[in-house]
Structure formats: structure tokens, C-alpha cells
């Protein structure tokens, strides 16, 4: 059973700070990663993907992947109120369309 | 505009009775998904289609039934034998791994 595990927090961060989500997987052949946020009564939109171990940044959003640890985070600076959300991250391992793992989710609040 | 239209947004139904969640894509994406969303839960998903006239169950498929007659569209049936219905459904298209999502339909049994 492939596995995605995130802490479902709250996670509250003060506006201005770095918010830090962790996610990690069970499934060692998983070849990429993805963040989603979604707001409450919306439906998920894909915030940053990331396949090679490192980090990639875009804007106030950086990704990172360890795969030796089987981690992935999603660092968010000078965190926003706009920011407060549920950040979902997955994990594809290939194979076809059901080759997508979710986690719960962790619900990120950013304190103004 | 390119993306995924889901209806209706939201939908009430009485136990017993069957209903059907549209989902209609312009983004000519082959694969198309829905999945079931619980509060507090993460994307459990029903059922998939990669090509046109097939179609693939997922992890909780029972009690739904789905068809893909159209690359552009994917209905999704909740009929009586799905015994927990109330949730949040969302419809997705894909390019490997990158999905796009409806907007979702809220469906309520009452």
C-alpha cells in the first residue's frame, strides 16, 4: 500500500515568516511530487512539482526533495494571510493514472 | 478559457435515488479522474479513464459507476448502493501526474 503521510496540523505561522509543510511517502519508486493548495470549499490547484532531489523555487515557494529520506517539503516565505489553506502534497510512482498518491493534507494558518 | 466544468455545483438527493455529476474537459487531455473527498480526508479516487471507451476502477469504486463515450466528457453515476454518498467530488484531467480539477460538486444525501 502506497502511503503519503502529512501532518494535518493546524500548522499556524505569523504573517511575514517561513512556513514549512513536510510530506513523506512509502513508496521508493516514486518518481515525482506535487503540492496542491486548496482552500476551504474549493478544489485543489497545483502550487509546484518536483522530480530530481534538491530544491526548486518559484516565487515565495520553494519545494525540496530528499529521496534517500523519502521527504518532500514545500517552504513558503514571507508568508501572506491569502496563504491560509490546506496544502496537499502526492507522490506519482508511474504506472497509469492511478499511480497518483495523496496525502490528508495540512491545514496551514497564517496569523496576521 | 481551456479547463474542467463540473455540475451542478452542489446537489441534494434522497436515499435511494441514483444521480449523475457531469464533467466536461476543453483541455483535450486524454486521462480523466474523479475522486471523492472527505472533510478532513485527502483525494480518495473512484475511477479513471485513459482513452476514449474505457475506464479503470480505483480504490472505492463500489457503489459508482462511470462512462467515457467522449474524450471530453467523463460522467460519474452515485447510484443506491453506495451507502455513505455525501461528499465532495471532484473531477480532474491530466498530463502525467499534473492534474487539473473542476471545481467540484458537494453532493448531500438527505
Known amino acids: 500500500q502506497k502511503e503519503v503521510e502529512q501532518n494535518s496540523g493546524p500548522l499556524s505561522v505569523p504573517e511575514g515568516a517561513i512556513a514549512s509543510l513536510n510530506c513523506t511517502y512509502s513508496?521508493?519508486?516514486?518518481?515525482?511530487f506535487f503540492w496542491y493548495r486548496q482552500y476551504s470549499g474549493k478544489s485543489p490547484e497545483l502550487i509546484m512539482f518536483?522530480?530530481?532531489?534538491g530544491d526548486k523555487e518559484d516565487g515565495r515557494f520553494t519545494a525540496q526533495l530528499n529521496k534517500a529520506s523519502q521527504y518532500v517539503s514545500l517552504l513558503i516565505r514571507d508568508s501572506q494571510p491569502s496563504d491560509s489553506a490546506t496544502y496537499l502534497c502526492?507522490?506519482?510512482?508511474?504506472?497509469?493514472?492511478?499511480?497518483?498518491?495523496f496525502g490528508k493534507g495540512t491545514h496551514l494558518i497564517i496569523q496576521p | 478559457d481551456g479547463g474542467i466544468t463540473q455540475s451542478p455545483k452542489y446537489l441534494f438527493r434522497k436515499e435511494g435515488q441514483n444521480v449523475t455529476l457531469s464533467c466536461e474537459q476543453n483541455?483535450?487531455?486524454?486521462?480523466m479522474y474523479w475522486y471523492r473527498q472527505d472533510p478532513g480526508q485527502g483525494l480518495r479516487l473512484i475511477y479513471y479513464?485513459?482513452?476514449?471507451?474505457?475506464?479503470q476502477k480505483g480504490d472505492i469504486a463500489e457503489g459508482y459507476s462511470v462512462s467515457r463515450e467522449k474524450k471530453e466528457s467523463f460522467p460519474l453515476t452515485v447510484t443506491s448502493a453506495q451507502k455513505n454518498p455525501t461528499a465532495f467530488y471532484l473531477c480532474?484531467?491530466?498530463?502525467?501526474?499534473?492534474?487539473?480539477f473542476g471545481e467540484g460538486s458537494r453532493l448531500t444525501v438527505l
Open positions: 479513464s485513459q482513452i476514449v471507451n474505457d475506464f
Open positions: 483541455l483535450n487531455h486524454d486521462a
Open positions: 502526492a507522490a506519482y510512482s508511474g504506472g497509469g493514472a492511478d499511480g497518483l498518491t
Open positions: 518536483i522530480y530530481s532531489n
Open positions: 513508496d521508493r519508486g516514486s518518481q515525482s
Open positions: 480532474a484531467s491530466s498530463i502525467i501526474g499534473e492534474l487539473f
